[in-house]
């Protein structure tokens, strides 16, 4: 089988390592636009269930990239200036920086004797010669893909933004945890996502809501001054370190969706086909997520002539559609939640706002709450003991 891939970030580097290693004979040809040591962005996420099936995949870069990463035991939830320290119920999630991820899967893809081109820049996929000849074709070029945009129609494209504005950052320094500190500041409502990824460097995501943005008149004001706005919200977490830009643009969340993750020997994986929101994790795991899925579906039955790849395609769509559709109800959930943050910020104590912000996108019970973090939950019931004591509602 031959396969073009468009873009070398995490989903189709790996999507070519798990093929290569069972396959060494097919043909596997990825384009990039950029160049190998581009350093887009800071640190990514990859939490304890996706680190896990990332073993089973493959457990040679498994291995590699879990002594590569930073790992917290805990994540700190700050609002209304109380901060409320949560355990994670298991220890195997962390962070590792971008550049260091993508260092290892090129190494793995190139020993694996994958074909990586650098700095072809694509309009249209069919520049390449390469791409008309493969059996597959797949689009892993992001957020902005060049192969969902040449056939939006056959994908059955939508898009649309929401309201919130975040620029990614980074920090020099290592925060002790992962955290969320949510904080009113001249009438305002900002949020901080940050974690530490190395040693020594943190991400840091600055949001705040559309309101926020209008009073404050940042749309008036230069990337400089709004960084330094920020800084000056969360000084006391920063701690005289300043934020660090990297392409840190502020922007609007794009909503990217397809009726159909594939069309004709085409399909797409990662932010190409689903824009993952940063607030239910890494866009980076469900990436990586779909490039397992859709290598078990082009593996399976080998070089059977009796199986094309159309019919490993559709397998592909059958086995991950349902499952990936349970993320992105998530997701939807978790963003919408985000949208009227300046209210729950307002309406809420700090643990009813960590109840609601837990249970946010539905698929966390009253159940699942106290068998994985059974000392929260029992703060939290006290609390609501309190309040029905008072005779105010729940």
């Not at 040809?29 to 996706?50: H, K, M, R, W, Y």
Request: proline share 4%; hydrophobic share 40%.
């Amino acid at each position: 089988m031959k396969i073009a891939v468009v873009g070398a970030g995490p989903a189709g580097l790996y999507l070519s390592i798990l093929i290569k290693k069972r396959h060494p004979d097919w043909t596997i040809n990825i384009v990039e636009q950029n160049a190998p040591d581009a350093t887009f962005g800071f640190g990514v996420v990859l939490a304890d269930s996706g680190l896990s099936r990332l073993k089973a995949a493959d457990e040679a870069t498994h291995r590699t990239l879990v002594s590569r990463m930073t790992f917290t035991t805990h994540q700190v939830i700050t609002q209304r200036e109380t901060p409320i320290a949560i355990k994670r119920p298991n220890a195997g999630g962390g962070a590792i920086a971008r550049i260091e991820l993508l260092s290892v899967l090129q190494q793995a893809a190139t020993n694996a004797g994958v074909n990586i081109r650098y700095g072809v820049r694509l309009d249209h996929p069919d520049q390449l010669q390469h791409l008309e000849e493969a059996d597959v074709v797949v689009g892993s070029d992001g957020i902005n893909s060049v192969v969902r945009t040449a056939n939006e129609a056959g994908f059955g494209t939508t898009r649309s933004f929401l309201s919130n504005h975040f620029a990614w950052f980074g920090v020099g320094k290592a925060f002790p945890t992962a955290a969320l500190v949510f904080r009113e500041y001249q009438g305002g409502a900002f949020v901080a996502h940050y974690y530490p990824y190395s040693a020594t460097s943190s991400t840091f995501v600055a949001e705040c809501d559309h309101a926020t943005w209008e009073r404050l008149g940042m749309e008036q004001l230069n990337a400089q001054a709004r960084q330094r706005l920020f800084e000056a919200v969360f000084a006391k977490e920063l701690d005289g370190h300043p934020l660090i830009s990297n392409n840190s643009a502020w922007r609007q969340f794009p909503v990217i969706r397809n009726r159909r993750s594939v069309h004709g020997n085409t399909v797409l994986l990662g932010d190409a086909e689903t824009s993952a929101h940063f607030s239910i994790g890494s866009g980076t795991r469900i990436a990586m997520d779909d490039a397992m899925a859709l290598a078990d579906a082009l593996t399976e039955g080998g070089d059977n002539p009796g199986v094309t790849a159309a019919q490993r395609l559709q397998r592909f769509m059958d086995v991950r559609g349902p499952e990936k559709n349970k993320l992105i109800s998530a997701s939807q959930k978790s963003y919408l939640w985000y949208e009227n943050i300046a209210q729950w910020m307002q309406q809420y104590t700090p643990l009813e706002f960590i109840y609601a912000f837990m249970t946010r996108t539905g698929r966390v019970s009253d159940e699942r709450l106290a068998t994985s973090y059974p000392e929260l939950f029992t703060q939290i019931q006290h609390a609501r003991k309190a309040r029905a004591a008072t005779g105010q509602p729940a």
